[in-house]
């Protein structure tokens, strides 16, 4: 089972950390010196079709994984082994992700034009970044830490 949830979680990952890193380096250039914040919506359009499921299998597989590390919910919030603060670490990461996300899909995304697009810009590369952050805290996590 383990393991199973560790290629599910990796499958999320890709989605999730690609398709940003694909916006961010490729997409986001275009329409910020086009200035044409149509080019954002017709990649988010698509992106959000398997981009959202991949970030709930995500959250979904995490939880399980950090129960592996970390069987007591309960030391993820005051941990005492390196794991143990990855976890937590993740769950912040987690919760910057979906603040950035809610903020850019209910204020930003609905009335979004040039004016608005270099805002919308600095959302994609920090949710970007953050999902890099995700990446390497999980293999901090499998592996004892960062060094």
């Known amino acids: 089972m383990y393991r199973?949830?560790?290629v599910l979680h990796l499958?999320?990952?890709?989605?999730?950390?690609g398709g940003h890193l694909v916006l961010s380096l490729a997409v986001l250039p275009r329409?910020?010196?086009?200035?044409?914040?149509?080019?954002?919506?017709?990649?988010?359009?698509g992106f959000e079709r398997i981009g959202i499921p991949a970030l709930l299998a995500q959250v979904v597989t995490g939880v399980l994984l950090a129960r592996?590390?970390?069987?007591?919910?309960?030391?993820?919030f005051s941990p005492s082994s390196p794991q143990e603060w990855f976890i937590l670490g993740?769950?912040?990461?987690?919760?910057?992700?979906?603040?950035?996300a809610a903020h850019a899909r209910l204020r930003l995304i609905p009335d979004l034009d040039a004016a608005k697009l270099r805002l919308l810009a600095y959302h994609i590369v920090a949710v970007t970044l953050l999902g890099l952050l995700f990446l390497v805290f999980?293999?901090?996590?499998r592996t004892g830490g960062l060094l």
Do not use: D, N
């Open 4 to 6: 199973l949830l560790v």
């Open 11 to 17: 499958i999320g990952a890709t989605i999730w950390v």
């Open 31 to 45: 329409a910020l010196r086009a200035r044409e914040p149509s080019i954002i919506r017709e990649f988010e359009m």
């Open 68 to 76: 592996y590390w970390a069987p007591a919910i309960r030391t993820w």
């Open 90 to 100: 993740k769950l912040g990461l987690l919760t910057c992700t979906v603040a950035l």
């Open 138 to 141: 999980g293999v901090a996590i």
